[in-house]
């Protein structure tokens, strides 16, 4: 079946080739529409994120150059994994792929496919405690509970595919972190940040920080389980417990983590790991963003990327390709 997909990918790159090169000889600067349209379908296909594509003939002819070795190769030495988002319906659920292989980190790429797996369990396991708890809490909660179950069956059938994706790619069953936990009292310090749970009070030197209880309870979190990645499944968990009508689709969370950044005058320790979840850490090395999946200097390229909307097309490949048309045999 995956052989059945690469040709197919295959030929439709190839036409698309085509067609950008048509226009290229006919004087045309810009692609058409139609052309952007289907580029963006192949793309989403190959695992990358929905947004606006390139425009300009040089540019949609590099990109599908790009796309083009990473189907061929997925990496050198390792096949495409596919994308199973279009096997399953829209429940309202995360379809992630395993990242692409980067030459120049393999340490960081293992990482970011093992969070990645981590992040569907810690979704699933989520949804199974809130489809538990809806059907404790009497009738009127059913129809919750059955909603939750199914979306619960759903993100285990995903989990289990990319569990063995990981598995085959990486040469080893991919290792989970713990529950992240919260201390029920003292205090927690990080540089000159002190959280003080008895007190519930946030303090800078002698002065005190305004939190509110809820921001105050996901800073404690961070800095508790210091030097890990929260997904964000597993820090909802803890903060509303196995509330059946907590939407993990909310946005409430970024939020909260947008007003702890401005209030701590946005710390280089308090990281945004993107697609998957949060860390505090204490590892220079980590915040100057060498060897790091989410130092602080790729943390703000990345934000200002989503920011602009360039996301999908910003990681195009820069090597230079000729500019005539080039056909692959399947």
């Not at 036409?15 to 058409?32: D, I, M």
């Not at 990109?63 to 988002?85: A, E, K, M, N, T």
């Not at 996301?311 to 390709?321: D, E, F, V």
Request: net charge positive; aromatic share 6%.
């Amino acid at each position: 079946m995956v052989d059945d997909r690469r040709r197919q990918l295959i030929r439709r790159i190839d036409n698309l080739l085509e067609a950008v090169e048509q226009l290229r000889l006919r004087g045309f600067l810009k692609v058409s529409r139609s052309i952007q349209v289907e580029v963006g379908k192949v793309a989403v296909e190959l695992g990358r994120e929905a947004s606006q594509g390139p425009t300009t003939i040089s540019d949609i002819h590099r990109y599908l150059f790009d796309l083009q070795d990473l189907l061929l190769s997925g990496g050198p030495g390792r096949r495409v994994v596919f994308p199973i988002s279009a096997e399953f319906p829209d429940v309202g659920i995360p379809f992630p792929t395993l990242p692409r292989w980067e030459a120049t980190d393999q340490k960081e790429w293992q990482e970011k496919v093992r969070l990645t797996v981590q992040r569907l369990h810690d979704f699933s396991s989520y949804l199974d405690a809130q489809a538990q708890a809806a059907r404790e809490s009497g009738q009127k909660e059913q129809d919750l509970a059955v909603k939750r179950a199914e979306q619960a069956a759903l993100a285990k059938q995903i989990y289990q595919r990319l569990f063995q994706e990981a598995t085959q790619v990486l040469g080893q069953a991919p290792v989970f972190d713990p529950a992240p936990t919260l201390p029920s009292g003292g205090r927690l310090e990080i540089e000159d940040l002190v959280i003080d749970l008895d007190t519930d009070e946030v303090r800078r030197g002698q002065g005190k920080i305004p939190f509110t209880a809820r921001e105050r309870k996901i800073l404690a979190i961070l800095v508790a389980n210091r030097d890990r990645v929260i997904t964000r499944e597993a820090m909802l968990h803890l903060i509303h417990g196995d509330n059946p009508r907590v939407d993990l689709r909310s946005r409430a969370l970024d939020v909260h983590l947008s007003r702890i950044r401005a209030k701590l005058d946005d710390p280089v320790y308090l990281e945004t790991i993107t697609g998957i979840g949060f860390r505090i850490t204490t590892r220079p090395a980590e915040r100057s963003g060498r060897g790091s999946i989410g130092g602080e200097a790729r943390r703000r390229g990345q934000r200002q990327s989503w920011t602009q909307g360039v996301c999908l097309y910003g990681q195009a490949s820069k090597l230079t390709r000729p500019r005539s048309s080039r056909r692959i045999s399947p």
